[in-house]
């Protein structure tokens, strides 16, 4: 509880709700809330560890404890991303305005002189939802019950998140039947950071992926593909799931049906009409990922795919060449997909293949990749193969704490810092992500495990 109790004095220095940038410390007067927050990560991450080692757990006594814990991170201000005041504007649009937040810019749904329009950075203002009706839902809810209070508004959405959290940590528990699989989501740094105090939708995505589990825990398949199915309602990164589970029971039906060359035609065909069927749906989210040669590049973090495409965009003035290695890293991220479904046919272990494709995905094929991206892969970890289980846990400790490097170095333009040193730190920030993990991944795969 102290390693969440210490990200308040941060959280008030960085708060989304009253600062932007311009508002920021200094880079200087920043250091001792950057401190803080790796205080807060470290003291969060040696009481997981620590918890999770213990075998036999009592699944009530750990939700309590982590109702507590995630009670304390509740007083913790939203800051380290802007996206919950992204998801109070859009709730705002839609249940006072009743724009469509698929058409209309955030900046003209509101009208000018809105407090919440006010609060957003200018960028964000030009910006479309990017969500699904599920969570525009969600959204709508927040806003009736905020009304015109914006710290309201944003403290509600904190509320989802504990709520989604531990929902995630309840479910998964009884999906292992074990407490040790609950604290291992409700404990984990990535959820208190990200899931309550980011306030971030993909806790509701992850609620999803707890359902999964435990449908096919219970050996029920068909309520296991609704619920992978049911996170689209949330977001389009829920497809990753949805796409490799119905892959996996296509080529489940193929094999078990036919056998030689007609079960593998039966498999593809049944596999690229649930992909068409996926893409459908999505389809503007599809486009906009794959891009063009002449648009800017679909990519946010520093990683290795990020940092050949901005290499040749903006250094080489290669805009084909740069779209052509995303295009590669999208066909690379569908090969993933098609072979842990493979692999999950063949051995059954579903729930273990869906742990490593969602960990290898975001780690080395999402061009955009966040943090909380991974909230989802929280209660898969007590299935995935021990040999990675040491990565899995890194990437929920080491994405988190990397913030202090990212608070340095995110409103560097405005406070004047060179281009130079931005790049440096993002770069600092992915190496930091992907070195360690990486490292531990190698290790693991190298090393027989009994299971």
Known sequence: MAG???????????SIERFDCPNWPSPSAGLPYQALVLLGVVLSSVAWLGLVRERAQKLSHVLWMGAALHAVALIVPCFLSQDPLFYAAIGRAIAKYHANPYTLRIGDALPAGDPFLAAMPGVWKLGTSAYSPGFHGVAWLVARLAGDDLHLAL???????LLSMLATAAIAGVAARDGRAAALVVFSPLAVIEGTIGAHNDGLVAVGVALFALSLARRRPVLGLGAAIGGLAIKASAVLLAAMYSMTLAFTFARERLRGRRGVYLALALVAAAAIALALPLLRRVTQVIG?????DFCTSFSAECAMR????WIFQLGMAAWLVGIAFRIAGLGLLVWTAWRASRDGNVLGWAAAMLFAYFLYFSGQSECWYWLPLLPLLSFADPRLQPAMLAVCIVSVATYPVHLMFTCGDVQG???WQRILGNAAEEISLNVPTTWLLWRGLSRRVDV
């Open 4 to 14: 969440a109790a210490v990200l308040w004095f941060p959280g008030q220095a960085y």
């Open 155 to 161: 403290k509600l959405f904190q509320v989802v998140g």
């Open 292 to 296: 063009s040669p002449d648009q800017i």
């Open 310 to 313: 901005f290499g040749l965009r």
């Open 417 to 419: 810092m060179p281009m």
